[in-house]
């Protein structure tokens, strides 16, 4: 990203304006566009909890303890606490 000039962007009222808010300072203006959550495109999301559910379903139903839970899904007996409380 490079930086360019406000005189070469903004009209002179809306740079004034700004100017009462922030005098040469640097600021950053996000583009306009909407942001996807997380884990959309990827399915990161829909993997998490399609395997959160499972470990709450092998809790709750197959009486399976934390701690071979935790083994068999590669997390700490916390995390695995997190997500069978949640």
Known sequence: ???????????DELLK???KYSSGELVYIPKAQDRRN?????????????????IRNKYFHGKISMERLAGEYHLSIET?????YK
Do not use: C
């Open 1 to 11: 990203m490079k930086y360019r000039k406000a005189s070469e962007i903004f009209p």
């Open 17 to 19: 304006e700004i100017q």
């Open 38 to 54: 997380w884990g959309s495109d990827s399915g990161a999301k829909a993997f998490y909890v399609q395997r959160n559910e499972e």
């Open 80 to 84: 695995i606490r997190k997500i069978i």
